[in-house]
């Protein structure tokens, strides 16, 4: 009789575990498979791309990758820069305005193009640079704004000869950092302890206690200047444009995963994207109350470090050693 009733105390507590499981389980399944994955021609890890037009684009990375595409980002090709020294640079970030883009990276680096990348130029930094360059944008003809990772901005007029901080003190040493089309900026800190915010025209960067004990991974920029905040743990929230420091309740896109988010994107004002590790990617439809997982890349072995949407019909998800994925479009999944 006793062994009875343990078979059923047994059976009624793995029902219970298993409810559990399904209620707090992982995301349901994406019903179509937009994305195709893209092996790139080196084991560097991308870490930027930006395009002149829809077809022709640049791709940077670690140990100095450069690469170029003509089709789309379909098939990408290696290009090699003389820098002049035996430095493994890491380039940071790529931006192009019409035929004109920048290149920043450590350590120190800066190069500059005026014919859609035919040509390199590199720019003299100052020694005195607190930090080294971290992120460059094209603001058009001979004008450009920069950042180090230390929270320092700078602008340029006249093609990187002389340049104006726009800060005066830099905010610390940063963990990652965007910019808004408006010109905003939002720098989350090394650790993850706090965050930062400047707008233009504002002298110093103001400075923001995290509003729960996780740390923060990543911050960004949505529609209407809307933050996002991604947290250890995958927890995500989005703040009050109007009220910034006031932000939603936390929810975590998909629980059951013991791996982190890593970024987000908006494809359109309503569809958003989050990338994590282990090949995770999300897809939210109703501008993140819900979440589905594209389950076609849980083969991928890679983190997915960063989401580029440049236009609705053109976007891309950068990963480690040589890997990105590039949207293709609703295509149904397997």
């Keep these: 009789m006793q062994s009875i009733l343990r078979f059923w105390q047994k059976l009624c507590t793995l029902a219970v575990v298993l409810l559990l499981c399904v209620s707090c389980g992982y995301a349901p ?7 195709e994955l893209i092996s790139l021609p080196t084991d560097s890890t991308p870490l930027d791309l930006s395009f002149i037009t829809p077809q022709h684009g640049w791709l940077v990375g670690t ?9 789309g980002g ?10 002049g020294d035996d430095q493994d640079y890491r380039f940071n970030s790529v931006n ?14 800066l190069l500059h193009t005026t014919d859609g990348g035919q040509s390199w130029s590199r720019v003299p930094l100052s020694a005195k640079l607190p930090g080294a360059p971290n992120t460059v944008v094209a603001l058009g003809p001979q004008s450009a704004e920069m950042t ?12 990187g000869k002389t340049w104006k901080a726009m800060v005066q003190e830099a905010v610390g040493v940063v963990r990652n950092m965007e910019r808004s089309p408006a010109g905003q900026y939002v720098a989350v800190s090394s650790r993850g302890s706090f965050y930062s915010t400047w707008k233009p025209g504002q002298e110093a960067w103001e400075p923001h206690n995290r509003n729960s004990s ?36 936390a929810s975590n896109p998909q629980i059951a995963i013991s791996v982190g988010l890593l970024d987000l994107a908006y494809r359109t004002p309503e569809e958003v994207w989050i990338s ?27 983190n997915l470090y960063k989401i580029v949407f440049f236009s609705p019909d053109q976007g891309f998800v950068l990963g480690q050693d040589g890997m990105i994925l590039r949207y293709i479009g609703e295509t149904k999944a397997a």
């Design 29 to 35: 399944a994406l019903s179509f498979h937009p994305w």
């Design 63 to 71: 140990h100095a990758s450069l690469l170029e595409t003509f089709d």
């Design 74 to 83: 379909k098939t990408w090709e290696p290009r090699s820069l003389a820098l």
């Design 96 to 109: 192009f305005s019409d035929q004109e883009g920048w290149i920043a990276g450590e350590p120190s680096l």
């Design 148 to 159: 180090t990772d230390v929270g320092a901005i700078y602008r340029t007029d006249d093609g």
């Design 214 to 249: 996780r740390r923060v991974q990543n911050m960004g920029f949505g529609p209407d200047e809307q933050l996002w905040m991604l947290a250890n743990g995958g927890q995500l929230q989005f703040n009050d444009p109007n009220q910034p420091d006031e932000w939603s309740k």
């Design 276 to 302: 994590g590790g282990s090949g995770n990617l999300l897809c939210s439809l109703d501008r993140g109350k819900t979440w589905q997982k594209d389950m076609a890349l849980e083969s991928v072995p890679s």
